[in-house]
T-cell receptor, first 113, second 116 residues
Framework: AQSVTQLGSHVSVSEGALVLLRCNYSSSVPPYLFWYVQYPNQGLQLLLKYTSAATLVKGINGFEAEFKKSETSFHLTKPSAHMSDAAEYFCATLNTGGFKTIFGAGTRLFVKA | GAGVSQSPSNKVTEKGKDVELRCDPISGHTALYWYRQRLGQGLEFLIYFQGNSAPDKSGLPSDRFSAERTGESVSTLTIQRTQQEDSAVYLC??????????????FGPGTRLTVL
């Protein structure tokens, strides 16, 4: 069965530093992978998704993620953190049937001034 | 309407009471999802509706949980005989349904349920 594991429930970075949020997937077939963000007191929104096209996926707000089959990873990065990036980030995948989204436990990103 | 709306935004109830949560999807979206988010945890899939097809109820945690959707409009999630472990934020999402699970899901703000 498909699943995702997010490494680190909390990540803290300084403003301007690299953001790296880790996600590893488990899948017996080529997966579909997503990153969602949940800002404080707001609903979830899609950052980016991988659907087996380009392995480097660019999303909103300067985020990107790279699908690495050899590492079964889909880590989320942003070159320079901004205070407004402080939020909870969820990695997700689809089940074999293709319509049930399976979410990771989430990583809360803190950005220090 | 611009986005997915949910009501009520907050619900406090006593253990054993029934509650009904409502979701209004984006107009024209054929797919609708319900999720549960317990404090400090990720989202847990509950149920999926796609057009007039039979819903996928595989994520409902017990027979106290049920959901309905009429056509491609409003959906209600009902929890009977609520328990304290039902306390969570219940999120609804809708999508165009054209690409099965890969089309973008648009989430509502959620209903925060507290069972005393």
């Amino acid at each position: 069965a498909q699943s995702v594991t997010q490494l680190g429930s909390h990540v803290s970075v300084s403003e301007g530093a690299l953001v790296l949020l880790r996600c590893n997937y488990s899948s017996s077939v080529p997966p579909y992978l997503f990153w969602y963000v949940q800002y404080p007191n707001q609903g979830l929104q899609l950052l980016l998704k991988y659907t087996s096209a380009a392995t480097l996926v660019k999303g909103i707000n300067g985020f990107e993620a790279e699908f690495k089959k050899s590492e079964t990873s889909f880590h989320l990065t942003k070159p320079s953190a901004h205070m407004s990036d402080a939020a909870e980030y969820f990695c997700a995948t689809l089940n074999t049937g293709g319509f049930k989204t399976i979410f990771g436990a989430g990583t809360r990103l803190f950005v220090k001034a | 309407g611009a986005g997915v709306s949910q009501s009520p935004s907050n619900k406090v109830t006593e253990k054993g009471k029934d509650v009904e949560l409502r979701c209004d999807p984006i107009s024209g979206h054929t797919a609708l999802y319900w999720y549960r988010q317990r404090l400090g945890q990720g989202l847990e899939f509950l149920i999926y509706f796609q057009g007039n097809s039979a819903p996928d109820k595989s994520g409902l945690p017990s027979d106290r949980f049920s959901a309905e959707r009429t056509g491609e409009s409003v959906s209600t999630l009902t929890i009977q005989r609520t328990q304290q472990e039902d306390s969570a934020v219940y999120l609804c999402a809708s999508s165009s349904g054209t690409a099965r699970g890969t089309d973008t899901q648009y989430f509502g703000p959620g209903t925060r349920l507290t069972v005393l």
